[in-house]
C-alpha cells in the first residue's frame, strides 16, 4: 500500500503565507511525479503545481510568481510554498503522486483545507 501523508494546512488573511507538505511512504516505485491540484466549493479540481523527480515543473498561471513547489526524493516529499495568498486561493488541496511503469499509479491525498480571508 501506498500512504499519503499532507500538512500545513489552515487559516490566513489575504497576503500572507502558507507551505504545504506531503510525503509518501509504502510500496513506492517507480515514482515519477508529485505536486498539488485543488477543489474550490462549486468548482472542479485544478492543477496547482507540479514536480518531477527530475526538478521539472508545471504550475498554473494563477500561482506562477506566488507558490513555489519543490522535491525531496530521498524522503519522498513534496513542498508547496505559497506566498501572496488570495481569497481565491482558498479551496482543498489534494496531494497528487504519479508513479510510472505499467500500469502507470495515480494516489491522491485525502485533502487538506486551505483557508483564505480578506
Known amino acids: 500500500q501506498v500512504q499519503v501523508v499532507e500538512s500545513g494546512g489552515g487559516l490566513v488573511q489575504a497576503g500572507g503565507s502558507l507551505r504545504l507538505s506531503c510525503a509518501a511512504s509504502?510500496?513506492?516505485?517507480?515514482?515519477?511525479?508529485m505536486g498539488w491540484y485543488r477543489q474550490a466549493p462549486g468548482k472542479q479540481r485544478e492543477l496547482v503545481s507540479t514536480?518531477?523527480?527530475?526538478?521539472?515543473?508545471n504550475t498554473a498561471d494563477s500561482a506562477k510568481g506566488r507558490f513555489t513547489i519543490s522535491i525531496d526524493n530521498a524522503q519522498n516529499t513534496v513542498h508547496l510554498q505559497m506566498n501572496s495568498l488570495k481569497p481565491e486561493d482558498t479551496a482543498v488541496y489534494y496531494c497528487?503522486?504519479?508513479?510510472?511503469?505499467?500500469?502507470?499509479?495515480?494516489?491522491w491525498g485525502k485533502g487538506t483545507l486551505v483557508t483564505v480571508s480578506s
Open positions: 514536480i518531477t523527480i527530475d526538478g521539472k515543473t
Open positions: 509504502g510500496s513506492i516505485r517507480n515514482l515519477n511525479v
Open positions: 497528487y503522486i504519479h508513479l510510472g511503469g505499467w500500469p502507470p499509479r495515480i494516489y
